[in-house]
């Protein structure tokens, strides 16, 4: 068995069909679909348990969020390489066929390959989008001297939906983080670890569908959305990883943490948003991305300015 894919499953009955479809319909053949039932209360399980193609497997177990239920799949999976489908997703009929191709072709140096989507509603290719942060086609290799800023496009760009991954080298790293039903970022948590360790393919073609109408998960419904489990268990990244890359995680968490304190302190809580930005303080840190931004989300006046804007935004008329 060259391909797993392992597809969670949570309310999603309306798309659940149209995911097992995209896989069903794949010019690569060698693959096994694995169907995670993440305690769903809706038609889901029962519309894959009646889809009628052998090498769809369902499995069932109680509410534990994205990452446990990628991670059940990750156990239970026959495949060399590990493929994840989000259940209101889906890919172009090449999507396995060019990734498996890829990780051929570059050889065991190569842990994973990500490929670039068209999003929808609208239909729109992201290729240029990622052209524009920097990203290219090829080999890509973490190295010290990577730009934090690069680091965090390269993380962004590897989404489950979008990546192929070989089995040996997701375990290796320990899998989605799953604690506490983890909603956000829990993918991005597993795909550090994977760049400051291995070699991964970036294909910028869109190969893949993303279908953001029908995530709740990746949209901010009137509230600041979590902080990421990299910045919550740092520490678990940080012991994976190796010791001459350790400057470059410490600036791309810090980095982070001073987009995400923006983000809290807009929403109102601004002391979250200094203990998060004073927490990754590392020197020289006043030359990355959101540094004065995060400074002035850290403080009543920051938060006071968010509020302001958000009352502007909602009085305007639509």
Avoid at 30 to 48: C, K
Wanted: proline share 6%.
């Amino acid at each position: 068995m060259r391909v797993s894919v392992i597809i969670p499953l949570y309310q999603k009955a309306p798309y659940v069909r149209r995911a097992l479809d995209s896989a069903a319909a794949q010019t690569f053949r060698d693959f096994e679909v694995v169907v995670v039932d993440d305690g769903s209360t809706d038609e889901g399980p029962q519309i894959v348990a009646a889809y009628g193609d052998p090498r769809v497997r369902l499995l069932s177990q109680r509410n534990a969020g994205p990452g446990a239920a990628r991670n059940r799949g990750i156990r239970e999976a026959r495949g060399e390489l590990l493929a994840f489908l989000d259940a209101d997703d889906e890919w172009t009929p090449d999507f396995l066929s060019e990734c498996v191709g890829i990780l051929d072709g570059h050889g065991e140096e190569a842990a994973a390959v990500s490929t670039g989507y068209v999003e929808h509603p609208g239909g729109l290719s992201r290729e240029a989008l990622w052209r524009g942060r920097g990203l290219s086609d090829g080999p890509q290799r973490v190295t010290a001297t990577t730009d934090p800023a690069r680091f965090v496009h390269m993380l962004a760009f590897m989404q489950p939906n979008t990546t192929l991954a070989r089995a040996a080298a997701v375990r290796r790293w320990g899998g989605y983080y799953e604690r506490d039903r983890c909603l956000y970022a829990e993918d991005a948590h597993l795909w550090m670890k994977v760049l400051l360790n291995e070699r991964v393919v970036f294909d910028l073609r869109p190969l893949a569908v993303r279908h953001v109408e029908a995530s709740a998960l990746s949209k901010n419904l009137g509230g600041a959305r979590p902080v990421e489990p990299f910045l919550l268990h740092p520490e678990e990244v940080e012991a994976a990883c190796p010791a001459h890359l350790r400057p470059l995680l410490a600036r791309v968490l810090a980095a982070r943490a001073f987009k995400t304190a923006c983000v809290l302190g807009y929403w109102g809580d601004w002391r979250a948003a200094r203990r998060l930005a004073r927490r990754f303080r590392v020197a020289g840190d006043w030359r990355l991305p959101y540094f004065a931004p995060a400074l002035v989300c850290s403080t009543p006046l920051g938060s006071a300015l968010g509020g302001a804007f958000r009352a502007l935004t909602s009085a305007r008329p639509r």
